[in-house]
DNA sequence: TCCAAAAATTAGGTAAGCCTAAATATTAAG
DNA sequence: CTTAATATTTAGGCTTACCTAATTTTTGGA
């Protein structure tokens, strides 16, 4: 990796254009996410688009966006991040809440060697501690799309995989409700108007939870099939 | 920690200062370490003199010596430094010639709270893989002036303390040599002239070692009592 | 004591990454 | 189709941390 800079930006860019179906990256967009001004970022874009490799394509007033060198340099980082919280997690005991920031740190300077280290200490997980799916050396990684909380019907159950959401406050209050991934529900009812949603986690007591619409778009879930589904079925 | 730049410039002082008696560090010697200009030193130094905290007391051709808030903040980065190479080598099996460069990038983004986990995990650990003292959260650790090996008498039994080294080659050459600390041994003989020494493993099949002198200063050693020594003495 | 060699500082530059303010291009509304 | 708002780029600066070359200071012989 170039930079600890560069790199940022790499990530950001990939995030952005994952969230928006690959579609060209706004510099407003990016200098949000990065909190630098505009000019920064048109003047990083120049660079990264005309350097050796070409890591963005960018065309002005139009929007950038990566190439696949620039993809493989993200996922690398993306790799080193969410193996990182884990390993915090796991064999460090942070809590959920706290892994992002010291991972966001370090993924920058960790070696291959440290990185394959993690992975092999971790039995090469497949997600990190808040559900989100760990590339592989190669950058593959299975891309899932699982509804979120919002999206279930009255009296369906599922299961958490995935929280969308690295806030302190928001993971801690979440992990307070005792949603977390792995956890399994029974979504009880969603009030109208994008009002919140009610759900009884499965043994639990108490078990009700109510939450807002905004936090429940961010619960990635997996709906459970019924318990007699297809028997004999390997 | 002000920056990465400023951090290696203080913990390149202290080094440097401990080996010559607190002395204060030229010019010269500081590039030297550092791998930079001279030109770029004076330039630092100034810096370091001039800010707020005050990190070095700084006299323009004579020399560059740690305040006692510099002093701190290079013991901070030195346990920091000591705590990753420890960890890398007990907990993820990294050998003892690897940790060092791993360390070296770590050691200035781990917060404080890595920093107390990490410390845990290995059991507040005082020395590191090399034999290196820890110091606490405080900065103090026991200062030890122990001999080196090419002092000891012919026949002296002693136990390895401490390996002042961290090239990755010298150190898997001693470590092939089965000279690691807490191994003991009995010093055969010191060629004269600064000729090789030669010793024996104790308890290693075969046993003997002839190393040059120049090694042998890098190995620092506690002699061992004889057997018998004072009896009842708590 | 004087002078050359060595050490250190000053002078003048460069590159990365940021900033603000001004200029320009795009877009959206009337 | 024009114009005002918005997005983006350009211009000009700043700081950190380097560099090389020139100058100055210190020092160790002779
Ligand atoms: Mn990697
Ligand atoms: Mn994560
Ligand atoms: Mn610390
Ligand atoms: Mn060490």
Redesign the pocket.
Known sequence: M?????G??LKAIYQIQERQNDQPV????L?AQ??????????????LSA?EPKLVD??????ATLTEAGRKSALELIRHHRLIESYLNQALGYPWDAVHAEAERLEHVISEEMEERLAAALGHPATDPHGDPIPDREGHFEKRDDPCLADLADGQRAEIRRVVAQEPELLRYLAGLGLTPSVQFELVSSAPFNGPVTLRVLGAQPSERVIGREIAEKILVAPLHSTITEPSHE
Chains 1, 2 share one sequence.
């Open positions: 170039k930079s600890e800079s560069i940022n930006y706004s510099t407003t967009r200098a990065l909190g630098v001004a505009s000019a920064s970022v048109t003047g990083m874009l120049k660079r350097g960018y065309e002005p007033y139009y929007g």
